[in-house]
């Protein structure tokens, strides 16, 4: 069978939905922990603070990070507070670790969320495009329903702020 684009998800199956969608699903695991990272198997894909991320960056431990928007700092009038900076964008460049945007996270987020968690990819993705960093779309489904099609994540890109190129880019992994 041949695939058209590879998608994370969070569940431990393939589905029918998969199929039907033309999707080959890698199934992952967000790691929360550093001690968990030992006994990794799939790609290492990191969810953290922003001080925990930093170490493992400069380390060179992890491959992906998803959900910097994700965050409980308080947004400023001027700036959203991403969870991302110019410092860790210029590790994440030197070492090619990719940044992951979580279509899911918008999914299942109620409206004042969403807006907060939109302007702070928007934010994310000027940073990744200003130091080179890669940069990556996925559902990051966690139930067959949640899964997206490569032209709904090409269109969820466009609407972070990514140029055309940019979402060919980040839709194939």
Do not use: H, W
């Amino acid at each position: 069978m041949n695939f058209m684009f590879k998608d994370f998800v969070l569940f431990n199956y393939e589905s029918i939905m998969a199929y039907n969608l033309v999707i080959e699903i890698v199934n992952t695991k967000i790691y929360n922990k550093i001690s968990d990272l030992k006994n990794a198997k799939q790609p290492i894909i990191f969810k953290g603070d922003f001080d925990t991320i930093r170490k493992l960056a400069e380390q060179k431990k992890i491959q992906y990070v998803v959900d910097l928007e994700d965050n409980e700092f308080k947004d400023n009038l001027n700036f959203a507070n991403s969870g991302f900076n110019q410092v860790i964008a210029k590790i994440f460049a030197k070492n090619n670790i990719k940044v992951c945007f979580n279509f899911n996270l918008v999914l299942n987020s109620n409206s004042f969320e969403r807006s907060k968690i939109l302007r702070r990819m928007m934010q994310n993705v000027k940073l990744c495009r200003k130091y080179k960093v890669k940069m990556l779309i996925n559902s990051f489904a966690k139930n067959e329903y949640e899964l997206r099609s490569r032209d709904a994540l090409k269109s969820f890109g466009l609407v972070i702020g990514m140029n055309s190129r940019e979402v060919i880019e980040a839709t194939n992994l």
